[in-house]
């Protein structure tokens, strides 16, 4: 089962924030928060990822509570092109060594 | 550099038929994976590897082959295809920090 849970659903109106909450409370020390993204029906898309500090890149802003236990996915200014379905896991730093548990994410509709 | 790279796009299946599809990148990353993903679901792992030669299974192995020759290519063998296998499947690779997916393979078997 995902370590995480996720709202089903989320609207967000184009040109405003977009907050994707997500709650991992049972994260362990060594575990980091990873976010995806899949749009329609591609293959998902890496956004950010942090152990305890926020991070930003060119896509996004993380947030993480300081006792770890939930986190934010801010996207400052969503775009139609944001609608997508965005995936929060905790898994040990590096990925793909069989740590991925993705549940059913957040299917953000950014509306115009 | 093409990233991920998943051969065929597309492909129907009789029930009982084998097949392999393949994954393979370019980015000289140690880490490979497959899932699937059913309709309206997340994805599922199904089988992974930490390098060459070196293989392990995931959540749902059950009906599939993996092995790992290279570095660059990761193979999912279907051993004898049935109708539960209808999915897409999503082949990744990782570096060390974080996964870079492929477009996927949409498979129906009938």
């Known amino acids: 089962d995902a370590k995480t849970t996720q709202p089903p659903s989320m609207d967000c109106a184009e040109g405003r924030a977009a907050n994707l909450p997500c709650n991992h409370s049972?994260?362990?020390?060594?575990?980091?928060v990873y976010w995806y993204r899949q749009i329609h029906s591609q293959g998902p898309q890496y956004i950010i990822h942090?152990?305890?500090n926020n991070e930003t890149n060119e896509m996004a802003s993380l947030i993480i509570t300081e006792d770890r236990k939930s986190s934010t996915l801010i996207l400052p200014h969503a775009t139609l092109r944001d609608t997508a379905v965005y995936y929060c896991?905790?898994?040990?730093?590096?990925?793909?060594?069989?740590?991925?548990?993705f549940g059913k994410g957040t299917k953000l509709s950014v509306k115009p | 550099n093409a990233g991920v790279t998943q051969t065929p796009k597309f492909q129907v299946l009789k029930t009982g038929q084998s097949m392999t599809l393949q994954c393979a990148q370019d980015?000289?990353?140690?880490?490979m994976s497959w899932y699937r993903q059913d309709p309206g679901m997340g994805l599922r792992l199904i089988h992974y590897?930490?390098?060459?030669?070196?293989?392990d299974q995931g959540e749902v192995p059950n009906g599939y082959n993996v092995s790992r020759s290279t570095t660059e290519d990761f193979p999912l063998r279907l051993l004898s295809a049935a109708p539960s296998q209808t999915s897409v499947y999503f082949c990744?690779?990782?570096?060390?920090?974080?996964?870079?997916f492929g477009s996927g393979t949409r498979l129906t078997v009938v």
């Open positions: 990744a690779s990782s570096g060390g920090v974080h996964d870079t």
């Open positions: 049972t994260i362990s020390g060594n575990e980091y």
């Open positions: 942090g152990l305890k």
């Open positions: 896991i905790v898994a040990n730093y590096g990925g793909s060594q069989g740590n991925l548990i």
């Open positions: 980015m000289n990353h140690e880490y």
């Open positions: 590897s930490v390098g060459a030669g070196i293989t």
